[in-house]
C-alpha cells in the first residue's frame, strides 16, 4: 500500500488541507467576495439579484460558500450567478421544482451571509473540490454532491 493510499484510507483532513492550501485554494477568506441578505422574500428579488450580477459575470462557473459569523453554512459549485440565485428563492418559494431540503435549509437559515467565490471552469475540477472542502469544512447543510 502507498503512503497516498494510506492517507486516503484513514481519511486524513490534515492531508487534503495542507494540500489546498499549496495551491491556494485553502484559506477560502481569500476567495473574492461579497454580502447578501437572504430575507425570505420574493418582494426583494430584483434587489438580490441586481447584487449577484454586479458581483458575478454571467455563464461564470466555480466554488462558492455561504458563512455567517465564521460558521460555514452551505458550500456548493455550479454556475455562480445561477445557483446564488436559486437558493435566494428556495428560502421563500414553495415551487417544487427545488429539492425540498434545500427549500427547507434556505428558508429556517435566513439573513445576511458573506459569499466567497472562486472560479473554475472545468466541471470534474469543481466536483472535486466541492467534495475535498465538504470533506474538510463540514458545512451545516451537505447537499447531494454528484
Known amino acids: 500500500m502507498t503512503e ?4 486516503l484510507l484513514t481519511n486524513n ?3 487534503f488541507r495542507k494540500l489546498l492550501e499549496k495551491y491556494n485554494i485553502l484559506p477560502f477568506t481569500n476567495w473574492n467576495n461579497f454580502k447578501i441578505s437572504h430575507i425570505g422574500s420574493s418582494r426583494d428579488r430584483e434587489i ?11 455563464k461564470v462557473c466555480g466554488l462558492y460558500i455561504y458563512v455567517r459569523n465564521g460558521k460555514i453554512f452551505y458550500l456548493g459549485e455550479g454556475s ?7 437558493h435566494y428563492h428556495e428560502s421563500y418559494s414553495k415551487d ?17 451571509f458573506k459569499i466567497y467565490y472562486t472560479i473554475y471552469d472545468d466541471k470534474k475540477i469543481r466536483q472535486l473540490l466541492e467534495s475535498l472542502l465538504t470533506f474538510i469544512l463540514q458545512p451545516v ?5 454528484d
Open 80 to 86: 455562480l450567478r445561477e445557483r446564488l440565485r436559486t
Open 96 to 112: 417544487k421544482r427545488f429539492l425540498k431540503k434545500h427549500r427547507e435549509f434556505f428558508s429556517k437559515n435566513l439573513g445576511e
Open 13 to 15: 483532513k490534515e492531508f
Open 48 to 58: 438580490i439579484f441586481d447584487e449577484i450580477g454586479r458581483n458575478i459575470d454571467e
Open 141 to 145: 447543510f451537505i447537499g447531494d454532491i
Open 4 to 7: 497516498l493510499e494510506k492517507m
